[in-house]
């Protein structure tokens, strides 16, 4: 059984561009979330995808967008990058439906703003 | 108030000792509860889920949850140099979606050989 994966596993981006984030999720998974955790904190919710729509979000503007594709696989865009986004990006994919259930997590991505 | 709250530590304990980690949270219809562990540089592993009152023990680990004083704990019996990690505590809040996790900001353990 294949785990989540994530890409790139590092990112250094400039300020003011544009960034997108990828994951795969557990075989059998519908359902993927986003986290944000910035140095010294914990995960903070982005939002939460399944069945290919939006099913939840967090306190992140709107330049925070997401897709989730017909595979379940999910990617994460930043537009406009800030300094303050610097944080390592996580993906966690579930069963929708089982409130609850355990989420596992990607490797995550290491996204710089410099 | 934050939504789950945990002491920042670092909480430091000799090796063989046993280690005990705590965390509180505000949202009384709660159901579920997690305890991850987060190396350097890593992303967060699951180690302990638990649903009702009382213990849950898996080998060293022992997760206690007492909802009435909305309070949940993680213990390490004889604690490794392994164990030195950050102790993330997460609880489901109910709300749009399936599954969504709050996280307290960690507790940094080290174990002392």
């Known amino acids: 059984e294949t785990g989540v994966t994530q890409s790139p596993t590092h990112l250094i981006k400039t300020r003011g561009q544009q960034v997108t984030l990828r994951c795969s999720s557990q075989?059998?998974?519908?359902?993927v979330s986003w986290y944000q955790q910035a140095l010294g904190q914990g995960p903070q919710f982005i939002f939460q995808y399944y069945r290919e729509e939006e099913n939840g979000r967090g306190n992140f503007p709107p330049r925070f967008s997401g897709l989730q594709f017909p595979n379940y696989s999910s990617e994460l865009n930043v537009n406009a990058l800030e300094l303050d986004d610097s944080a390592l990006y996580l993906c966690a994919s579930s069963l929708g439906g089982r409130d609850g259930s355990p989420l596992h997590f990607g490797n995550g991505t290491r996204l710089t703003v410099t | 108030q934050k939504e789950v709250e945990q002491n920042s530590g670092p909480l430091s304990v000799p090796e063989g000792a046993i280690a005990s980690l705590n965390c509180t949270y505000s949202d009384r219809v709660s159901q579920s509860f997690f305890w991850y562990r987060q190396y350097s540089g890593k992303s967060p592993e699951l180690i302990m889920s638990?649903?009702?009152?009382g213990d849950k023990e898996d080998g060293r680990f022992t997760a206690q949850l007492n909802k009435a004083s909305q309070y949940v704990s993680l213990l390490i019996r004889d604690s490794q140099p392994s164990d030195s990690a950050t102790y993330l505590c997460?609880?489901?809040?109910?709300?749009?979606?399936?599954?969504?996790?709050?996280f307290g900001q960690g507790t940094r353990l080290t174990i002392n050989p």
């Open positions: 075989s059998g998974h519908n359902t």
């Open positions: 638990i649903y009702s009152n």
């Open positions: 997460a609880v489901n809040v109910k709300g749009q979606g399936a599954q969504k996790l709050v």
